[in-house]
């Protein structure tokens, strides 16, 4: 108890001082008059009566006896009181907390407080919402971080009903468990089940899974169910989380606004982040027919990394072309680096990915490959670099880095702030396109179907949650590849011609087959769902027609999706301005409520004057073909001025070839 209540810093002060008070006696003891009461006849009286001193029975006289005993008579007694008190107040308040843990309503209970469970708590309480929080350990750093933070701690095993209960689960909005073992977290999770099976609040459950092989255990069980109708039980990864941000972001988006048959992204670091960015970027991201992503990676173990990225991904091998090179991003070595930008020569990246383990060697590393991009003339290449606690550097070094023209030359992600905030974790935000996806389907399957995914999102097994988030997240890919894309806003739903439709029926299968493989299922005449064999996994045009037709009428749903999660879907039309006689016909026949895109070479000023003129009439959106850094200094000097035409630059693209 004592240990709970006094801290290192408390010992620091309280035991000198106890010391300096007890010392002070014992002098005074020695020093004492014979003819005094307080005279004593050794040095072992001596201390043991200036021990007493804390029972408050000293009455000594300033002048009649030694003033150590006088100081000690009143200090001694006074840091005992003063600690007696501090331990009433400590115990008092951890009292109330729990009281209150025990008796609050629509509160968070947060499992864990690891790095990733004490920044959990800490968005909650920026986001004024009230946390519990149940640890084994609460004299570690994180523990008294969160107390200090008026956040009730409770010591103990979160696995155990009586805890649960005692951080009142039945009462709670969410349960976060972060214990640092998936299997401990998912203990939690089925225990929490258990308890609230039944109760009248729905309380939602996010347990952490860092494990690839339980995730994807979890996740490719057909009938895995791990929510109810009182509980919804979410897992969550914040590598896969990290990925998702990233590859949905803007910035993401401007670094492809070529549609390339081999799109080309740099990884440095091949960890658990790496892994996920590649196995998204071929499942969702670049999962188009015709189109096949290349990845370049650098690590400092490259061979390791390659054996286990074929070994746990053997399916997803095959779906890309990867190229691992060994090296080192030490910052003192000069050669390393100049290794690296001999091999970024050969090559012709999108874009760069840092993923290190450690924020300051990720930043530094970024910041030497934004130098050696810039050396090869490749200054509108960005470099992404993952920052897990160092974000607001990582904000200003894109400040630093950044040209009017050029916004994402250097740009941070994967925010542990940002992952575990309730905005993100505990919200939709992630999922309202999912979620939005799921409600689209129930509302076209008959009221009777008994399919495993015919449930609400809540009760649907996890395989289904992550197919609905893999096809939300691709919804933009398949749009753009049939010349669509979404806007933020309200409107009436798109009419989607049957050319369009086709094409994203078409996008549609290629990335359910995309998504299949990546799962090592192969062809089969019958489906076989122990051998992993299917029967659909051909080229669209080699599938049954009614196949095609389910391909098309869930395509068809996109446009009700869209306005669900709050999106409209705006045409577009790319037109290559540095062709004109092809950009004429274009301009020409451009339909109603369409919005071109120009392709635009910046050193042509009558492109740029033709691109102004479209701007004003169609509103236009530019793409500026890269010609190095002088063009864009001169485009920067004709854009002086005129906001409008600035604005409608959307990014950079390499010149055609």
Known sequence: MFVNVFRSRDWFILGPLGLLAIGLGYWGFLACDPSRPCHVVSQADALFRAVGLLRL???????????????????????????????????????????MAHRARGHIIVCGLGDTGRSVVEGL???????????????????????????????????????????????????????GSDAQNLEIGLRAGEMLEGGRNTVQLFAEMRSDWLRDILVGHRSAVLGSKSTELQLFNLY??????????????????????????????????????????????????????????????????????????????????????????????AAAWRGIESRLAKLRADMVVVTLSDDEDTLHTALQFRACLDRLGQLAT????????????????????????????????????????????????????????????????????????????????????SSNRVFADHIAVKLAAAGYKMATGDGPPAVLDDATIETLARAEHWRWCVEQWAADWRYGPKRDDVRRLHPLLRDWTDIPEEERKANRDLVRRIPAIAGK????????????????????RMLTEIGLGVTPILVV????????????ALVDSHRARLRLIWRGAQAMNDVEDRLTGDRALAGAIEGWIWPPD
């Open 57 to 99: 029975t000293g009455n000594y006289v300033l002048g009649a006896d030694p003033w150590q005993l006088v100081v000690a008579q009143f200090a001694a007694p006074g840091l005992f009181l003063l600690g007696g008190a501090k331990l009433l107040l400590a115990n008092l308040r951890r009292d109330v907390r729990v009281a």
């Open 125 to 179: 309480v920026e986001a004024k919402r009230t946390a519990v929080a149940i640890t084994l350990n609460a004299d570690d750093a994180n523990a008294l971080a969160c107390e200090r933070l008026g956040v009730a701690v409770l010591a103990g095993d979160a696995a155990q009903a009586r805890m649960l209960s005692l951080a009142g689960i039945a009462r709670a909005e969410a349960v976060v468990m972060t214990t």
């Open 240 to 333: 896969v989380n990290s990925a998702r941000v990233l590859l949905n972001s803007p910035a993401f988006g401007r670094a492809f606004l070529q549609q390339w048959p081999r799109p080309h992204i740099v990884l440095a670091g091949f960890g658990s982040a790496g892994n996920d960015i590649a196995r998204q970027a071929i499942e969702s991201s670049f999962a188009l027919p015709g189109v096949r992503l290349s990845v370049t990676v650098f690590d400092d173990k490259a061979d390791v990394a390659q054996r286990l990225f074929k070994l746990r991904n053997a399916g997803l091998d095959g779906l890309a072309d990867f190229t691992f090179n060994s090296c080192t991003f030490a910052i003192d070595d």
């Open 382 to 465: 960005p470099v992404f670099a993952r920052l897990r606690q160092q974000h607001k550097l990582g904000e200003f070094m894109r400040q630093v880095e950044s040209h009017p023209l050029l916004p994402d030359r250097l740009v941070s992600f994967g925010d542990m702030k940002q992952l575990t905030s309730p905005e993100v974790l505990l919200g939709p935000a992630l999922d309202h396109l999912a979620r939005a996806t799921h409600a689209a389907y129930l509302e076209t399957i008959p009221a009777d179907d008994d399919s495993p995914a015919a449930v609400p999102w809540a009760r649907l097994p996890q395989r289904y949650k």
């Open 565 to 584: 999660a709050g999106f409209t879907l705006a045409r577009e039309l790319v037109v290559p301005l540095h062709a004109p006689d092809v950009a004429e």
């Open 601 to 612: 070479d910046p050193s042509d000023t009558v492109q740029i004057d033709r691109a102004k």
